[in-house]
């Protein structure tokens, strides 16, 4: 039986840390330990981890690092034959593990990506974000439903790989878009990579509108980064928040200027969202909070994308101080 070994980086997180080692407490299938990666920060999760020892087998290890190297790291650490990555902000169901090791026993794949939804226990805010990040009507909408899954790009809140991946790749490099990096460099190996939609998290983004557009504004600049360093990578649907942000102060500028006719298309994508948001949450607020959240990701990443494609300071910075400036 194969062993996993469950990653996890966290930064000043013990209650998403104790949500998060609850749920695996809770797993149908026990055969896995858990290799928590804590930077140096003021509030430690050691505790909790020592609380849940007894249940779970638990690795704790603190690293002033960044979180690609934490990573890095906990895979050298781990005594598992496959490695799954998540970040502290999810949750599993109960038979997560149990899914896992099916899927990969009936038609194993070296690398595999799995989906995000949520739950009952989300607020209203957490709903709204969750839409704008797996929406069809933004640039979340491949998560979970790609025709070809063999094409996903897996990601760190809920992707893992074989040991043997690990020691040919050498694991993540310290950029904003590893996870991405990482995926494009597993296939480049000649490694298969798959979508498995039933192995799902509960993925609970602990993020305002503000926290929003800063977290995607850096997805933004990151895709400028990795078409660089993987040629042929970028593709038309990366373009599209660009455009949309540019798109929208055409109409609004031809609308001040001619007529308020040009302003309907961006009333009947309001509405669209509105509409769908609705459709999915029943609940007004959440809905409204949901159109907002979806503009707020495709202004942030159109914005972040044009920055960096112009400036080029992301590349000249650390992942790490992006990612929590």
Not at 196 to 220: A, M, S, W
């Amino acid at each position: 039986m194969m062993l996993f070994s469950i990653i996890v980086p966290v930064y000043n997180r013990p209650e998403e840390m104790d949500e998060l080692l609850y749920s695996l407490c809770h797993q149908t299938d026990k055969l896995f330990e858990v290799v928590v990666m804590e930077g140096v920060c003021e509030r430690s999760c050691r505790k909790v981890c020592e609380e849940y020892n007894n249940e779970v087998e638990i690795q704790f290890h603190r690293l002033d690092t960044g979180r690609s190297e934490r990573r890095n790291e906990g895979m050298r650490l781990a005594k598992g034959d496959y490695f799954v990555l998540l970040d502290s902000d999810v949750t599993l169901p109960n038979d997560y593990i149990e899914k896992l090791r099916k899927a990969l026993t009936d038609n194993y794949v070296d690398c595999f990506g799995g989906p995000d939804t949520m739950n009952d226990s989300f607020s209203p805010m957490q709903r709204a974000v969750n839409f704008a990040m797996t929406s069809m009507l933004t640039t979340g909408g491949i998560r979970g439903r790609m025709k070809d899954k063999s094409k996903y790009m897996p990601r760190a809140f809920n992707m893992g790989f074989s040991r043997e991946v690990f020691e040919k790749t050498g694991g993540y490099v310290d950029m904003i878009g590893e996870d991405t990096d990482l995926s494009l460099r597993i296939r480049e190996a000649g490694f298969t990579v798959r979508l498995i939609p039933e192995v799902f998290v509960y993925h609970k983004r602990r993020i305002d509108l503000k926290g929003l557009f800063r977290q995607v504004n850096t997805f933004g600049k990151a895709r400028v980064l990795l078409s660089k360093r993987h040629k042929g990578s970028l593709k038309l649907t990366h373009l599209l928040p660009a455009c949309f942000v540019l798109g929208h102060l055409l109409l609004l500028v031809l609308a001040l200027a001619w007529s308020w006719w040009f302003v309907l298309p961006i009333l009947l994508y309001v509405v669209t969202l509105f509409v769908d948001a609705f459709r999915q949450s029943k609940d007004l607020k959440t809905t409204m909070l949901s159109v907002v959240a979806s503009y707020t990701q495709l202004t942030a990443y159109g914005l972040g994308f044009m920055e960096e494609l112009v400036t080029h300071k992301a590349e000249k910075q650390a992942a790490e101080k992006l990612y929590r400036q």
